[in-house]
Each structure stands twice: as structure tokens, then as C-alpha cells.
């Protein structure tokens, strides 16, 4: 008995003595005047006072899950985004369902882009509070922003229901079923953002989009003319007017639209491929080609543009002009049929057995060696030993792609580098190049 009474008197005055440490520490002030303190601090903007305050907390108390948060914010604020993560962490670590830890946890790690935790810890905020709007924003425009429309229009469907008014998000979920091909969702979201903003241009650009989409180019005229009232300089409202005036096949009007889109932004590709298209179409080939060489300068890749000026040139007879279009295409895609069906090469070649036969016979033709003479004395291709190795006109894609890849690209008389073949090596001659006419066939 006297022993217990002992015991607690040493536990009284130990306590005391830890009660006088603090207490000293703290200078006169609780935890409470402290914590007070640097929030005030906080909201005066004095950061690095407030840290202090926190620290100084921190190092009486280590456990103290108010003050990790707060010196975890501060950090945050001051873009020290590792060192928060470790506070967020820690108070996470003893108050699992803290959603505002999670939520600036999610945040640290957005601004360090690890997007893996930080949807991760998002999920954890909406998991403790389903009706978090910022949080459902946030996962939603990072889903959004990768191109995840499904998983983006999950988030933004929630926003709709808790907060029908935030035309923003209901924008993003139009979107999503814009770019998921929900058209007829689309439309009816887009149409409820014209009702609530009035002045929603992007409401109307992509309503008259949904429209044009889902072939009713009549309603989005009309909704892409509204776009234009609201901001008369943007250049797609007038590309997907001159486009919607197209399909109608109405040119007269799709004209005008192309040209303000190109007063707007000389380089706009796609605006001068468009009015270059409807010039064609109005049989205007002299304006056409004019627009379609700009295309390609400011594209020298752009297909369409050398496959309609491959047309202008055969329509006008001008085959050289038309070969070398041709020849881009092919280039360009070795799938289009184009180059198939209309080019022959007069070509010639030497097949080896060996790599190293290849480069001595590559070797001789350099010093001008009869390339004929060659192919009679080396060839292995017995079919065109007679005639010097000559294969007469050809098309492409009656050999290997690599042949005829090497082909176009040889110039007139241009011998190719050594060609891998089942057979052994080959070496090819280009002597002439054609398109097919009438008078070919």
C-alpha cells in the first residue's frame, strides 16, 4: 500500500516536471493561443511566421495532427509540394478519414504530376463526401484533359445532379458525349447551356457541331450563326460554317466563310483546303490550284491536297505535273490507289547472290561500267540476261515495297543502293517514269 502511494507520488511529480517543461516551452501560452496565433498569421499572409508558430508547436508535440496540417498547407502555398506531402501524409496516417488531408495530398501531388495518387486520393475525399463538387471538377478535367471521356463524363454527370447551374462543368459533360459520338445527348446538353448562358459561344460552336455531326445542317447553320454573333473573329466558327454551307452543297455561301477564317489566320490549313475543295467542285481549277500550293507550303504532307492536284493536272493534260503529284501521294501512303493504277517506270536491273558481289558490281557501275554488259556477265535473273536486264514499263506493287519506295524516289537514270531481296541483292536502274493515259493503254 505504501509502495502504490509512492509510485504515484514519483507519477505526480514527473508529471509536474514535464508540465514545467511545456510550459516553459510555450513561453506562457497554451496550444490553443498558439495555434490561434498562427492562423492569424496565416491569414495575414505572414507564411514563414506562421511556420514558425507550427514548427515550434511540432517540437513539443510531435503527435500534434492540427499543426502538421497547417505547417502541410503552408509548404503547400509555398510550392514546397515534397515536404507537404510528408505532413499531409502523417496526419492522414492518424486521422484516416481527415478529407481535407486528402484532398491537399490529392493537390501536392497534381502539382508534381502524379496523377496515379493523386486520383487516388481524390477518390478517398469522394468516398468521405460524395457531393464534393471541386473534387468531382477536378477528377473530371484531369480524366478529360488524357482524352478519358467515359471516366471524365462520370464526374461531370455527378456535378449535374448536385449543382444543375455550373455551366462550366455542364460543358465538360457536353463535351465528353461530343467526343464519345453521344450526339444526340450531346445536343440536348448543349441546348439546356444555351437556355442557362445565353452567351455561351462555345455552347453554340459545339450545339451547331452535334448538329452537323448528326447530318442536320440546317440547325447547325443556325446554331453556328449564333456563335458568330457572340464572337465574330473565331476562326472554326467560320471553318464549320463553310463546311456545314458544303454539304449542303450550297458553295456560293460556303465560299465567303472559308475566306474570313483565312483573313483571320493566313496559315489556317484547313480553310484554305476547304475553299480549294469547293473551287474545284465549281470547276474554278486555276483558283483551286493557286489555294492548293499554299496548302501544301504551309503542308507540304497534306494528301488530299496533292491528290486533288494530281486531278487538276490530269483533267488540264499536264502529265508531268500529274506524275510527280503521283509520286508525293505514293510517298506519302503507299496504300492509296492512285499511284498504282496511273504510274508505269521503265525500269532495269542486276540481281546478285551476295552482299558482297553487290557492292563490287555497285562499285563498277560508279566507274562506269555497261550496266548491260554487267548483267549479262553477272546476273542471276536468267529472264533478263537478253535484254540487259530490262524489265519494260512496270507498276507499282508488282514487287516488294522497299522496290517501289526506291523507285519513285530514284531520279531519271539514278541506279538505287544494293535492295535486299528472297533471292539475294538487286540493284535497280531508273530509265523512264509515266503516268497512264488513253493513249498509253
Known amino acids: 500500500m505504501i509502495l502504490i502511494k509512492k509510485n ?9 516536471i514535464v508540465l514545467n517543461v511545456i510550459t516553459q516551452k510555450l513561453e506562457g501560452e497554451t496550444f490553443d493561443s498558439l495555434m490561434s496565433r498562427g492562423n ?10 506562421a511556420k514558425k508558430i507550427f514548427e515550434k508547436i511540432l517540437e513539443i508535440n510531435p503527435d500534434h495532427s492540427d499543426a ?18 510528408n505532413e499531409f501524409k502523417y496526419v492522414i496516417s492518424v486521422r484516416t478519414e481527415f478529407s481535407n488531408a486528402h484532398f491537399m495530398l490529392a493537390n501536392c501531388y497534381y502539382q508534381i504530376e502524379d496523377m496515379t495518387n493523386a486520383i487516388e486520393e481524390y477518390e478517398k475525399v469522394l468516398a468521405l463526401d460524395p457531393n464534393n463538387i471541386e473534387v468531382n471538377q477536378k477528377l473530371g478535367k484531369m480524366f478529360y484533359k488524357n482524352k478519358k471521356f467515359e471516366e471524365a463524363e462520370k464526374y461531370f454527370t455527378n456535378i449535374a445532379k448536385l449543382s444543375p447551374f455550373d455551366t462550366e462543368s455542364f460543358f465538360y459533360l457536353g463535351m465528353c458525349k461530343y467526343e464519345l459520338v453521344k450526339t444526340d445527348e450531346a445536343i440536348t446538353i448543349f441546348k439546356k447551356l444555351t437556355e442557362i448562358e445565353k452567351n455561351s459561344m462555345q455552347g ?3 450545339l451547331g457541331m452535334s448538329y452537323y455531326i448528326k447530318g442536320e445542317n440546317d440547325n447547325a447553320i443556325s446554331a453556328l450563326r449564333k456563335a458568330e454573333i457572340l464572337n465574330p473573329n473565331d476562326i472554326d466558327t467560320h471553318c464549320s460554317l463553310g463546311l456545314a454551307y458544303f454539304t449542303k452543297n450550297n458553295l456560293s455561301m460556303a465560299i465567303p466563310e472559308f475566306k ?31 489555294e492548293f500550293k499554299k496548302v501544301i507550303q504551309l503542308n507540304p504532307k497534306h494528301k488530299i491536297a496533292h491528290k486533288t ?22 510517298i506519302l501512303d503507299p496504300s492509296e490507289m492512285e499511284p498504282k493504277d496511273l504510274l508505269e517506270f521503265h525500269v532495269r536491273h542486276i540481281v546478285l547472290l551476295t552482299e558482297e558481289e553487290a557492292k563490287e558490281i555497285q562499285n563498277l ?21 537478253d535484254t540487259g536486264g530490262d524489265l519494260g514499263f512496270i507498276k507499282l506493287g508488282k514487287f516488294s515495297l522497299n522496290f517501289d519506295t526506291t523507285l519513285v524516289n530514284l531520279p531519271l537514270g539514278g541506279y538505287s543502293s544494293i ?6 541483292f538487286q540493284i535497280i536502274q531508273k530509265l523512264d517514269e509515266r503516268v497512264i493515259t488513253d493513249e498509253v493503254k
Open 8 to 16: 504515484k507520488f514519483i507519477i505526480l511529480i514527473l508529471a509536474g
Open 40 to 49: 492569424k498569421y496565416i491569414k495575414m499572409g505572414q507564411m514563414d511566421e
Open 68 to 85: 502538421h496540417f497547417l505547417l502541410g498547407s503552408i509548404l503547400y502555398s509555398q510550392q514546397k509540394w515534397n515536404e507537404a506531402i
Open 419 to 424: 535492295i535486299k531481296i528472297p533471292t539475294g
Open 204 to 206: 453554340y460552336y459545339y
Open 365 to 385: 557501275i560508279e566507274n562506269g561500267y555497261n550496266f548491260s554488259l554487267l548483267v549479262r556477265q553477272r546476273s542471276q535473273d536468267k529472264n533478263s540476261i
Open 260 to 290: 474570313k477564317a483565312i483573313d483571320l489566320r493566313s496559315d489556317n490549313v484547313e480553310a484554305r483546303a476547304n475553299l480549294a475543295m469547293v473551287y474545284f467542285e465549281q470547276n474554278k481549277y486555276n483558283e483551286a490550284l493557286e
Open 309 to 330: 492536284l494530281a486531278k487538276i493536272y490530269l483533267k488540264r493534260g499536264w502529265l508531268i505535273d500529274a506524275r510527280e503529284e503521283l509520286k508525293n501521294i505514293f
